[in-house]
């Protein structure tokens, strides 16, 4: 077998790894009922969740000059806690992360998901073994991880082309792009296709499709 282009692969972990886009949706709904608000399908939901997820809560209709947006987050983050083990990995998550630990792919995890919580949850789906990292940023209120990618990639001893982002948003091609690697995003996550599609990268509908990209110069 040939030897990969890819030397390191920095995965995001919600809607790309894990599939809970359903779960944000049910927990979202619970939020704009309480408040009279017209509730969403998980389309809607990958139409328009978006960095900052103040301003997802804003398009849904939240007022945040009635309520604060840091306790409205908390509160959220608390009932995601509770159910946070219903969602299982997409299909074929954990047969990717083996096959790319085969190759001798090094693996990180970067999420904008808060650390503790991150982490406690790659556990219990005991994947964590395949990671050579697993970060989270310093909070609940998921509005930017890029400062936290690079904090990474500061740690990782290739060059940037040998290192592959692999996401399901925009903003996950955002930090692709601060850091200057590649990136592939994937299409059954918290965005739709077509809003992935104005990013200049290849996207994927499998993930058994990155056992032929690891090997190609994209």
Request: charged letters at 25%; one cysteine or more.
């Amino acid at each position: 077998m040939h030897q990969p282009i890819i030397k390191y692969v920095i995965w995001d972990w919600n809607g790309t790894l894990i599939d809970d886009a359903w779960l944000f949706v049910e927990l979202m709904n619970e939020e704009l009922n309480a408040r009279n608000l017209p509730q969403i399908t998980v389309d809607d939901y990958r139409h328009y969740f978006t960095f900052p997820v103040k301003k997802y809560y804003e398009v849904l209709g939240f007022d945040f000059q009635k309520e604060d947006f840091k306790e409205v987050g908390y509160q959220f983050i608390q009932k995601f806690k509770k159910r946070k083990f219903e969602a299982n990995l997409f299909e074929h998550s954990a047969d990717i992360l083996a096959f790319t630990k085969k190759l001798n792919i090094k693996q990180s995890i970067v999420s904008a998901q808060e650390n503790n919580l991150l982490n406690q949850t790659v556990k219990h789906y005991q994947i964590q073994h395949y990671f050579e990292t697993i970060s989270g940023i310093s909070h609940y209120y998921a509005d930017n991880k890029i400062k936290l990618a690079k904090s990474v990639r500061k740690k990782i001893p290739y060059d940037n082309h040998e290192i592959m982002l692999i996401g399901d948003s925009v903003h996950d091609f955002e930090v692709a792009e601060a850091l200057g690697i590649k990136c592939i995003l994937f299409s059954k996550g918290h965005y739709s296709k077509k809003r992935l599609l104005r990013c200049n990268c290849q996207i994927i509908d499998n993930h058994s499709e990155l056992e032929k990209i690891y090997f190609s110069r994209i």
